[in-house]
Each structure stands twice: as structure tokens, then as C-alpha cells.
């Protein structure tokens, strides 16, 4: 990765069935150093076409915090844990944070050696 990517923040939002299914993702998320916050907003309603239909659901909304470097990786492997088939996981580096929220971030979110 260069050295400006992994000096910027990065974000990951989605929506999961409930709270609990939320709280073990993020703590799989933290415990491999992908993540180093995840905030959950709370329900949400959510309106989508699926399968050629609209359709509405409640779920719980995530936010997770990284840096540009780990985004890929935790994007994947949140893939991986996801119970939805087909995850709606959108992640995006930030264009400003402030530099001791880069720093925390790159600190926490270093690979287990």
C-alpha cells in the first residue's frame, strides 16, 4: 500500500438482521485488527428491491472505522461473516479526519504478527 493510503481513515457501513448479530461481527472485526471502532446506530428501516420486488426490512446499522490500508481486507472478510446472502457493504475512505484519528486508527489497526 502507499504511505498516503495508509495514513487516511476509512469507513464501512451495513446494515445487519439485529444487535447481536452486529456485536459478534464487530467483535470478530476488532479481535483481527480490521477495524478499530464500530458504531451501532441503532435500527433502521430499510427500503430496497430484491428479486424484481420492493421490500422493507428493520436492521441494525453499523459503522465501522479503519484506515484506507485495512479497507479492503475487513470489507472481505466482513463478507465472509455476513448471514445475509448478498450483504449490503459499502466502504469508502474518508477525505479529512484529524490526525490523531489517523494515528489512533493505523495504531489499532495493525496486523497481528
Request: a negative charge.
Amino acid at each position: 500500500m502507499a504511505e498516503a493510503e495508509a495514513e487516511s481513515a476509512a469507513l464501512i457501513w451495513c446494515p445487519f438482521p439485529d444487535r447481536d448479530t452486529a456485536r459478534s461481527v464487530i467483535t470478530a472485526l476488532l479481535d483481527a485488527r480490521l477495524v478499530a471502532c464500530a458504531n451501532i446506530i441503532g435500527e433502521v428501516e430499510s427500503h430496497f428491491l430484491w428479486q424484481g420486488a420492493q421490500d422493507r426490512a428493520t436492521e441494525t446499522g453499523v459503522l465501522f472505522k479503519t484506515t484506507a490500508a485495512r479497507l479492503d481486507a475487513a470489507v472481505a472478510h466482513l463478507g465472509k461473516l455476513h448471514p445475509y446472502d448478498t450483504p449490503a457493504i459499502v466502504g469508502w475512505a474518508a477525505d479529512a479526519a484529524l490526525p490523531e484519528t489517523i494515528a489512533w486508527l493505523a495504531s489499532v489497526t495493525q496486523p497481528v504478527r
